[in-house]
Every structure is written in structure tokens, then in C-alpha cells.
């Protein structure tokens, strides 16, 4: 086999890969590099533009990343050795012979949407799952490590969830159809990596068949199967669209500061004090005050405010779910943050009056207030 290919390509659908199983196989077709890897819940199918100079089929071990061998990669495989030669050097790992080729699952289109939507979906409620790969993993609750995806009337409604908080997204289909399944995390990550690096026009379809279902974009495929012992649970969306006593509207470009004070402050573990931004809601303004006084200033934003009262949050959740309303292509252009001061058990929900398609809810934390 003697192939080339870009080295960013490759590293990504290299990642992907790992994700479900090693070794990975590497099989060309016309003007195509195949990047393949399989488990008995999974497998990712990811078709890499190339320039097939000997047609051939290989399974390897590869953890090294290909971008530090140069932009423009040679994969030559002689003699159960894989040469890669990029710009700047060359590295050599053992392969050995693909003697089976990969069947694909016949799947069923049954829903679409745009792959931008999509991408733009997955910025805005992946962050809220919990990803690993290590072995604690299979010990996290199924609900905390999976995206759940609902399509029905037309819409695509895509929610994740960590314990501490909920990112809920609803994006509109290009084709109809009704489908609903749980895809891992991880391997939503990876998906992101492998698309966002390419062209953001196209589509991004949604299949199944039996116990398969499939999300296909641009080149590349992600297979998986239905485990009927894993669910969303049901979310009583009454208690978090209920009316709240206190809110607050600024605009999102008033954010920004806000997003460089928090980015400030020293990352310690995640619960230590450090992390902590109170949030005050004052009579036209709100005001954050990090935690402990000193190391940040207290800032005070022009707001639209409903109600009184102190809540805090972990910083780099608070972070994050501001950060959630500056993505690319994001219609907001105002946020309401809206608590309730009598209860420290009910989230906060972040949202905005110009975008009813996306809702964060994010819980307060118990911290004392130190005046700055």
C-alpha cells in the first residue's frame, strides 16, 4: 500500500478511531483513504480525500501523532512496516495485513439537518456531559455519559447532562422523520474534531436499522447499537420553566469581560473555593464578585433586573455556560439568568429572549460570602 494523505486529516480520524478499538485498519479505495476501527458496540467509518499510488489494506497500532512528521504525509506499508513520511521526518510502526474487509451496516436515512446546525448544536451541550475513555467511565451513570438525541415533528432535540448541570438544544431538520437514541460522549467529541476541521455546508444524516444506528457527515460515518437498558430519564421540564423570582437581561457583549475575570482566576481542584463567582442581583445592574476577594476586581453590568438576591456557581460551569452563547452562528444576542433565592436546589437557567432553541440550567453552590 503506498498512499498520500494531510497529516491533520489523518491525526483526526486516527483519534476518532482509537476511541472504539485498536488496532485500527487502514484500507484505500479510489482516491480514498478508509480509517476503520470496530467493537461489539461501535465501529467509525472515516473516508479521507487521497492519492492512491498503490491500492492495499492494513491494521496498525499507531498512537503517535502524524502532524509532527509535516503537513503532507506518504504512508508506504512494505513487509509488515508502515513508513510515514511527512516534511520534516519519518517514523516506521509494525502493520500487518488486512485480511477481512469491514461490511457496513445497511442502515435507513430517516432524518437530516445542516451539518452547521449541528456543529453549532454539539458546542453548545456537549461541554455538560462527562467524557472519558478511562476506566471509571462504565461506572458513571448512563444519563451523565451519552448526548441524547430526539428527532420528531420536523426538529432535532439534542441534551446532555453531568450531575451539575443541563445543556438542551432543538435545531430543525432538513428531512423528517421520528428517531431517538443515546450516542457516547466521547465519540461525539471525536465526530466534532473530525468535522468541524472541514467544510461546515452539507448535511448530517441520521439512520438505523434493527439494533444499528448510524450519524453520517461529510466523510465520515459513526455506527452504533441500541441498548435498551440505557435511558434518558424523564425530565420534568414544568419545575425548570416555572416561573423563577429573580432574573437578569444583559447583553452578550457585555459578557466578554465577565468571561476574562472567570478565565483568571487560579485553577485549583474543582471545588475548591478559588472557583467560586458570586453573582449579584442588584436594581439595574448585576454584578459579579469572585471569590476570594482580592486576587480578581468585582465587576457591575448594566442589566434588565427582576427581584434581589446573591447565588453562586462554580466558575469554570458559569464560564461555560456564558461561553455557551458566543458560539458561531449563535442568533442570541442577549442572555436572562434567571434563580431562585429561597432554594438552593432548584438550577439556575440560562437562556435568551432572542433564541428560544437553546436552554443551560446550571446548579448553585453552597459558599459564603466574603464582601470584596
Known sequence: ME???LSSELSRAMHLARQIAEPISLQTTDH????FSANSEAMVFCRLGATVHKPGAIKVVARTDPTKLGRNLLLSARSGTLAISGDRETMTIPCEPLDETPGIPEVETVASTSLDAFLQALQQTLFASVISTSSWWANVPPALRYLSFRADNG???????????????????????????LLPAHLALGLKKVVFAGPRQGEVSFAYSGNWYSIQAGGTTVFFQKDPQR????????YFTAGYRTSAVLSCADIKPILEVLKRLPKYHPLAKDLTAFLRFAQKSLIMIPQPPGKTVAMSLDAIVDGKGDVAFHAPFLAQALESFLVPGSPAE?????????TRHRPARFSSPDDGSYIHLLMPISARFSSP
Do not use: T
Open 3 to 5: 498512499v498520500a494523505v
Open 32 to 35: 480514498q483513504l478508509v480509517v
Open 231 to 238: 435511558s434518558f430519564p424523564p425530565i420534568d421540564w414544568k
Open 334 to 342: 442577549r442572555i436572562r439568568i434567571e434563580f431562585d433565592p429561597n
Open 155 to 181: 426538529e432535532l432535540e439534542i441534551m446532555a447532562m453531568d450531575g451539575y448541570r443541563l445543556s438542551w438544544k432543538k435545531i430543525p431538520l432538513l428531512r423528517g422523520g421520528k428517531i431517538s437514541f
